[in-house]
């Protein structure tokens, strides 16, 4: 589990194919002494294992369906990862609840600076808009954020100067992919309502706060 907030750069030391998926080597710009084999680490919002510490770097494998699902199959060695160590329990949840379980993949339509500030658009894939809220939150590349705005399927959001600061997004540009994690709470929530959402668009019924009440959500 982890909580969107990045703790620091890794560069790609190397990617070597590995029996269908691939092997990679990183290097954090932060020390590796409380972190052994074994251990969940964040890569741009990717949940992997570390399977190997050498000297100030670790090897992971990516999975086939890793491959598939996030922006791993387009990078290359000396590129820039955002990393995340795993969330202890009683550490502080500045972020959001991120499982590094990677939904898809989403485009950057857009980037306009604001004096310090830059705001993004960013496309996602259209069968993740049922999940999205106005202020609600989303991962991208590893990093919590706040939706701003969605139109369609773009989203709006906004980076602070210390986001752009300590992770990778200040190197994106337009056209850029990205890996996207769908906030879990909304994930659940739309999970137990569609049943109900359904009958709703049936009976042309409004969903309100006596049908919640009648439903037992409240």
Known sequence: ?????????????????YKGGLLAEISPTFSLKDINVGDSIAVDGVCLTITEIKGSSFKT????????????????????????????????????????????????????PIEDFWKLAIEIPSEFVPYLVKKG???IDGVSLTINDFRNNTLELMLIPHTLKVTTLCLKKPGDFVNIEI???????????????????AS?????????????FL
């Open 1 to 17: 589990m982890f909580t969107g907030l990045v703790e620091g750069i890794g560069k790609i030391v190397s990617l070597q194919p």
């Open 61 to 112: 494998h990516l999975s086939p369906e890793t491959l598939v699902k996030t922006t791993f199959k387009y990078k290359i060695s000396g590129e820039f990862v955002n990393l995340e160590k795993a969330l202890k329990l009683g550490d502080r949840l500045g972020g959001h609840l991120v499982s590094g379980h990677v939904d898809g993949i989403g485009r950057i339509v857009s980037i306009t």
């Open 137 to 139: 939150s989303i991962a």
């Open 183 to 201: 906030d879990m709470i909304a994930k659940m929530v739309y999970k137990w309502l569609s049943p109900y959402i359904e009958s709703l668009e």
């Open 204 to 216: 042309k019924k409004k969903l309100n706060l006596e049908f919640l009440k009648e439903h037992g």
